[in-house]
Protein backbone atom coordinates (compact mmCIF):
# COMPACT_ATOMS: atom_id res chain seq x y z
CA UNK A 1 0.00 0.00 0.00
CA UNK A 2 1.43 3.32 -0.63
CA UNK A 3 0.56 6.05 1.42
CA UNK A 4 2.18 9.73 1.46
CA UNK A 5 4.74 11.21 2.86
CA UNK A 6 2.94 13.89 4.19
CA UNK A 7 -0.01 11.43 5.25
CA UNK A 8 2.04 9.18 7.49
CA UNK A 9 3.78 12.42 8.96
CA UNK A 10 1.04 13.99 10.55
CA UNK A 11 -0.68 10.45 11.42
CA UNK A 12 2.50 10.18 13.45
CA UNK A 13 2.94 13.20 15.33
CA UNK A 14 -0.60 12.97 16.21
CA UNK A 15 -0.19 9.63 17.28
CA UNK A 16 2.61 11.15 19.60
CA UNK A 17 0.80 14.39 20.79
CA UNK A 18 -3.46 14.51 20.28
CA UNK A 19 -3.33 18.15 20.65
CA UNK A 20 -2.43 18.81 17.23
CA UNK A 21 -5.30 17.14 15.94
CA UNK A 22 -8.18 19.33 14.32
CA UNK A 23 -10.82 21.17 16.09
CA UNK A 24 -13.75 18.39 16.20
CA UNK A 25 -11.11 15.62 17.41
CA UNK A 26 -9.72 18.24 20.60
CA UNK A 27 -13.91 19.05 21.72
CA UNK A 28 -14.36 15.03 21.47
CA UNK A 29 -11.85 14.29 23.84
CA UNK A 30 -12.90 17.18 26.45
CA UNK A 31 -16.77 16.02 25.60
CA UNK A 32 -16.27 11.87 26.00
CA UNK A 33 -15.53 12.42 29.80
CA UNK A 34 -18.51 14.38 30.30
CA UNK A 35 -20.75 12.49 28.45
CA UNK A 36 -19.72 9.78 30.40
CA UNK A 37 -20.02 11.26 33.56
CA UNK A 38 -23.91 12.79 32.97
CA UNK A 39 -24.55 8.70 32.41
CA UNK A 40 -22.94 7.46 35.42
CA UNK A 41 -24.35 10.29 37.50
CA UNK A 42 -27.61 9.10 36.44
CA UNK A 43 -27.47 5.68 37.21
CA UNK A 44 -26.46 4.76 33.57
CA UNK A 45 -30.26 4.89 32.29
CA UNK A 46 -29.86 8.38 30.72
CA UNK A 47 -29.88 7.83 26.91
CA UNK A 48 -29.10 10.53 24.43
CA UNK A 49 -31.96 13.09 24.97
CA UNK A 50 -31.92 13.04 28.72
CA UNK A 51 -27.74 13.34 28.49
CA UNK A 52 -27.74 15.73 26.10
CA UNK A 53 -30.45 18.21 28.19
CA UNK A 54 -28.96 17.50 31.21
CA UNK A 55 -25.30 18.94 29.92
CA UNK A 56 -26.88 22.21 28.76
CA UNK A 57 -28.56 22.53 31.80
CA UNK A 58 -25.10 22.27 33.04
CA UNK A 59 -23.88 24.77 30.95
CA UNK A 60 -21.37 22.35 28.76
CA UNK A 61 -23.06 23.32 25.03
CA UNK A 62 -23.35 20.48 22.52
CA UNK A 63 -25.19 19.58 19.33
CA UNK A 64 -27.27 16.74 20.54
CA UNK A 65 -26.25 14.39 17.14
CA UNK A 66 -22.59 15.18 19.12
CA UNK A 67 -23.70 13.50 22.52
CA UNK A 68 -25.62 10.45 20.01
CA UNK A 69 -22.53 10.37 17.98
CA UNK A 70 -20.01 10.37 21.01
CA UNK A 71 -22.10 7.62 23.20
CA UNK A 72 -22.01 5.06 20.58
CA UNK A 73 -18.66 5.28 20.43
CA UNK A 74 -17.86 4.74 23.90
CA UNK A 75 -20.92 1.98 23.84
CA UNK A 76 -23.49 4.14 26.55
CA UNK A 77 -26.95 3.43 25.57
CA UNK A 78 -29.84 4.29 28.00
CA UNK A 79 -32.38 2.06 29.65
CA UNK A 80 -35.28 0.52 27.68
CA UNK A 81 -38.66 0.47 29.50
CA UNK A 82 -40.73 -2.77 28.46
CA UNK A 83 -39.52 -6.29 27.45
CA UNK A 84 -38.80 -7.36 24.28
CA UNK A 85 -42.15 -9.28 23.03
CA UNK A 86 -41.50 -12.93 21.54
CA UNK A 87 -44.01 -13.52 19.29
CA UNK A 88 -43.56 -16.24 17.79
CA UNK A 89 -42.46 -19.56 19.47
CA UNK A 90 -41.87 -22.29 16.66
CA UNK A 91 -42.34 -26.30 17.11
CA UNK A 92 -39.80 -27.79 15.17
CA UNK A 93 -41.05 -30.69 15.63
CA UNK A 94 -44.61 -29.40 14.36
CA UNK A 95 -45.77 -30.96 11.18
CA UNK A 96 -45.03 -27.90 7.98
CA UNK A 97 -47.81 -27.00 5.29
CA UNK A 98 -47.01 -28.71 2.10
CA UNK A 99 -45.35 -26.57 -0.30
CA UNK A 100 -47.81 -27.34 -2.97
CA UNK A 101 -45.95 -24.70 -6.10
CA UNK A 102 -42.87 -25.68 -5.15
CA UNK A 103 -41.86 -22.47 -4.83
CA UNK A 104 -42.79 -21.25 -8.30
CA UNK A 105 -45.14 -18.73 -8.24
CA UNK A 106 -46.48 -18.59 -11.61
CA UNK A 107 -50.14 -19.25 -13.51
CA UNK A 108 -50.81 -19.97 -16.82
CA UNK A 109 -54.29 -18.74 -16.22
CA UNK A 110 -56.25 -16.72 -13.65
CA UNK A 111 -57.65 -18.32 -10.64
CA UNK A 112 -55.05 -21.26 -10.81
CA UNK A 113 -52.89 -19.80 -8.18
CA UNK A 114 -53.55 -17.90 -4.81
CA UNK A 115 -51.16 -16.54 -2.29
CA UNK A 116 -51.45 -15.33 1.07
CA UNK A 117 -49.19 -13.29 3.83
CA UNK A 118 -50.18 -12.62 7.46
CA UNK A 119 -48.51 -10.40 9.90
CA UNK A 120 -48.57 -8.94 12.71
CA UNK A 121 -46.58 -6.05 15.14
CA UNK A 122 -47.00 -2.93 16.60
CA UNK A 123 -46.74 0.10 14.42
CA UNK A 124 -43.99 2.70 14.00
CA UNK A 125 -44.25 5.90 16.46
CA UNK A 126 -45.10 8.40 13.74
CA UNK A 127 -47.90 6.57 12.59
CA UNK A 128 -50.94 7.09 14.50
CA UNK A 129 -52.09 5.08 16.55
CA UNK A 130 -48.92 4.61 18.22
CA UNK A 131 -49.82 1.71 20.52
CA UNK A 132 -50.84 -1.59 20.70
CA UNK A 133 -50.70 -4.00 18.02
CA UNK A 134 -52.14 -4.57 14.41
CA UNK A 135 -52.80 -7.28 12.12
CA UNK A 136 -52.51 -7.47 8.69
CA UNK A 137 -53.71 -10.16 6.03
CA UNK A 138 -53.59 -10.51 2.54
CA UNK A 139 -54.45 -12.71 -0.14
CA UNK A 140 -53.97 -12.83 -3.84
CA UNK A 141 -54.05 -14.03 -7.30
CA UNK A 142 -50.72 -14.40 -8.89
CA UNK A 143 -51.42 -14.42 -12.77
CA UNK A 144 -49.08 -12.70 -15.79
CA UNK A 145 -50.21 -8.45 -16.16
CA UNK A 146 -53.52 -9.54 -13.07
CA UNK A 147 -53.25 -9.02 -9.47
CA UNK A 148 -55.87 -9.30 -7.46
CA UNK A 149 -54.82 -8.44 -3.96
CA UNK A 150 -56.77 -7.98 -0.75
CA UNK A 151 -56.08 -6.36 2.26
CA UNK A 152 -57.91 -6.86 5.76
CA UNK A 153 -56.23 -5.24 8.29
CA UNK A 154 -57.75 -6.66 11.18
CA UNK A 155 -59.00 -3.35 13.14
CA UNK A 156 -59.81 -0.78 10.88
CA UNK A 157 -63.26 -0.21 11.55
CA UNK A 158 -63.73 2.57 13.41
CA UNK A 159 -64.32 1.72 17.03
CA UNK A 160 -62.94 -1.64 17.17
CA UNK A 161 -59.39 0.08 18.28
CA UNK A 162 -58.51 -1.84 21.45
CA UNK A 163 -59.36 0.34 24.56
CA UNK A 164 -56.43 2.11 26.27
CA UNK A 165 -55.98 1.26 30.25
Not at 93 to 98: D, E, F, K
Not at 138 to 148: C, I, K, N, T
Request: with cysteine; hydrophobic share 35%.
Amino acid sequence: MRIAPSGYRRHTALLRDSSKGCARAKRDEILQPEIKRVWQVNMQVYGVPKVWRQMNREGIVVARCTVERLMRLQGLRGAVRGKRVRTTIADMSAPRPLDRVNRQFKADRPNQLWVSDFTYGTPSQRSPPAWGWRCLSMLGMQYPGEVDVGVCPSFAARGSEPKRR
